[in-house]
């Protein structure tokens, strides 16, 4: 059975940071790209950065610069480093295993606030 799980979030002000970590079990880790989706309040859910197996990351232009992912396959672990952090970023961030298993974690709450 596959299983994502979420921590790192929190409370941060303005220009501050947060790691996220993401454990994966129940499938072969190394073997699948991971990504990093946030849905805030009332918005659609949107991918924030991703990961292939082979190691090579991806960004949405909104986080460039400023969101580093990266991922540990001793550990079954990815990890999304958020740095500068906007109000904006407020969100749930989930972690996904794309197709073909396509399963999410329960997410982790980030909020950015003066």
């Known amino acids: 059975q596959v299983q994502l799980v979420e921590s790192g979030g929190g409370l941060v002000q303005p220009g501050g940071s947060l790691r996220l970590s993401c454990v994966a079990s129940?499938?072969?880790?190394?073997?699948?790209?991971m990504v990093w989706y946030r849905q805030a309040p009332g918005k659609q859910r949107e991918l924030a950065a991703g990961?292939?197996?082979?190691?090579?990351?991806y960004y949405a232009d909104f986080v460039k610069g400023r969101f580093y992912i990266s991922r540990d396959n001793a550990k079954n672990t990815v990890y999304l480093q958020m740095n500068n952090l906007k109000p904006e970023d407020t969100a749930g961030y989930y972690c996904?295993?794309?197709?073909?298993?396509?399963?999410w974690g329960q997410g982790t709450q980030v909020t950015v606030f003066s």
């Open positions: 996904n295993t794309p197709e073909p298993l396509n399963s």
């Open positions: 129940g499938f072969t880790f190394s073997g699948y790209g």
């Open positions: 990961i292939t197996s082979n190691f090579r990351p």
